[in-house]
């Protein structure tokens, strides 16, 4: 129905062969292709003991997340590079 597909994107920051592609719906769509210090600074202190899927999906970012993940990242902004800018990038 309408509004009711969400969707759930990570970002490897190891090879992680596991988890990259190897069934139907894990497709790869990204790549950092000019500096990974802003993936540096994500926090990863949650590890696999952060919110759920379910609640993030039931419940969103609320006060109850905030406050029993304080320290929790927020993609806010995101946008395609062109491919004649992506190999401008000196590696």
Same mark, same amino acid.
Request: hydrophobic letters at 35%.
């Given at each position: 129905?309408?509004?009711?597909? @969400?969707?759930?994107?990570?970002?490897?920051?190891?090879?992680?062969? !596991?988890? =990259?592609?190897?069934?139907?719906?894990?497709?790869?769509?990204?790549?950092?292709?000019?500096?990974?210090?802003?993936?540096? !600074?994500?926090?990863?202190?949650?590890?696999?003991?952060?919110? @759920?899927?379910?609640?993030?999906?039931? !419940? =969103?970012?609320?006060?109850?997340? +905030?406050?029993?993940?304080?320290?929790?990242?927020?993609?806010?902004?995101?946008? +395609?590079?062109?491919?004649?800018?992506? !190999?401008?990038?000196?590696?």
């Amino acid at each position: 129905g309408l509004n009711s597909r @969400s969707v759930q994107t990570f970002v490897a920051l190891a090879d992680n062969g !596991r988890l =990259g592609g190897g069934s139907p719906w894990e497709v790869p769509f990204a790549q950092v292709v000019a500096s990974d210090a802003t993936l540096d !600074r994500i926090t990863t202190k949650y590890g696999e003991k952060g919110p @759920s899927q379910g609640y993030l999906a039931s !419940r =969103g970012v609320d006060a109850d997340l +905030r406050a029993h993940f304080p320290d929790l990242d927020y993609l806010t902004t995101c946008f +395609r590079v062109d491919d004649a800018a992506a !190999r401008a990038v000196p590696s």
